[in-house]
């Protein structure tokens, strides 16, 4: 059976979607991006991807977060990002914001791994190949490398964007001195940094309080947080146990022994005030992070429709009280604390 042709929702940038102008800069994002951190690789079942996909599409996200060693299976996001690309999104490739990145262990040997000019430059080339793509509308340096000099790095990135394999450069992770040397320098090569990405939830605000958040919209640099979230902590998931199968039970990134009765009960205290402001714990979480006007947008993960249906919602309330905030403040830090 031959499948139709995908024709995306005829209203999707006016059913709700937010953009947030990417710092000093022409581009504006949705303040929701969908992230292929953990979901989308080689176990990923192929059509449960491309309902997500096609889902966030027609609701207005326009933004797709890889990088070359996403899966699980190094490689294997940004295949199934080309695969459902090639057959339902390429009539659409100039409504897209597609980003990539490297940085990380990709292959053996000297060349697969931080910020060289060969491994920068030769993992973009096999990103695009996975991809289907000709450029990629952001490329990052994935990580700070303590070892490479930062003008080989960065010059990598102000050379990939002349020769037209990404439209902008960008910047993840990197702490603040480095962050405000590459801002400079990319600013004084004509290819300002466009987005500058971190972890940024109510539990991790170090972001926040290493000055680097402001380092960046002081350099004109758009902000994108992952991890908003705190890997599935910030949701109803474990408010009656470990599940099976979740990133807890699996010991990905959130441990099982990080989920004590304490902060159970203190995310129930979260959920509460959620639930005043008529939200979920995950919608208020997103909101919250929104609620910081240096913030362009936020990366999602989800393994469904219905949780993306979920973290849309939460562009409707990003509002808070002084009250809701000082509630929030301190059950965070308790939290953070616990774990």
Not at 3 to 19: I, N, T
Not at 101 to 125: I, Q
Not at 329 to 334: I, M
């Amino acid at each position: 059976m031959i499948e139709a042709p995908y024709a995306p929702a005829h209203d999707r940038y006016e059913c709700g979607m937010q953009y947030r102008r990417c710092g000093r800069s022409g581009i504006l994002l949705p303040v929701v991006s969908l992230g292929f951190w953990h979901n989308f690789g080689e176990t990923a079942p192929l059509e449960r991807s491309k309902r997500i996909m096609r889902y966030a599409f027609d609701h207005g996200v326009c933004s797709f977060d890889l990088a070359n060693n996403y899966g699980p299976g190094y490689g294997t996001a940004e295949e199934t990002f080309g695969q459902i690309y090639r057959k339902s999104f390429r009539p659409f490739r100039d409504e897209m914001f597609v980003a990539t990145k490297a940085g990380y262990d990709m292959w053996p040997g000297p060349y697969g791994n931080w910020g060289s000019r060969k491994y920068l430059m030769a993992s973009l080339d096999q990103s695009l190949a996975r991809m289907g793509l000709d450029y990629v509308d952001v490329f990052y340096s994935h990580r700070f490398d303590p070892e490479t000099p930062l003008e080989e790095t960065l010059q990598a990135l102000v050379d990939i964007v002349r020769q037209g394999k990404a439209l902008y450069a960008g910047i993840s992770r990197w702490p603040l001195e480095a962050t405000r040397f590459a801002l400079d320098y990319l600013r004084r090569h004509d290819t300002p940094c466009l987005l500058f990405q971190d972890r940024y939830n109510m539990l991790d605000r170090k972001a926040v309080d290493s000055g680097v958040l402001d380092a960046a919209a002081d350099g004109g640099s758009g902000f994108i947080a992952f991890s908003p979230l705190a890997q599935g902590l910030l949701t109803s998931r474990y408010f009656g146990g470990i599940p099976a199968g979740s990133r807890a039970d699996q010991g990905r990134f959130l441990k099982a022994s990080q989920i004590s009765d304490a902060v159970v009960e203190r995310l129930l205290r979260l959920n509460d005030i959620a639930a005043q402001r008529g939200q979920t714990l995950a919608e208020m979480a997103l909101a919250w992070v929104l609620s910081d006007s240096r913030v362009t947008s936020v990366i999602v993960g989800c393994s469904s429709t219905e949780q993306l249906a979920d973290s849309l919602k939460a562009v409707d309330n990003t509002v808070f009280c002084p009250e809701e905030r000082a509630a929030i403040d301190r059950l965070s830090a308790e939290i953070a604390a616990l774990i």
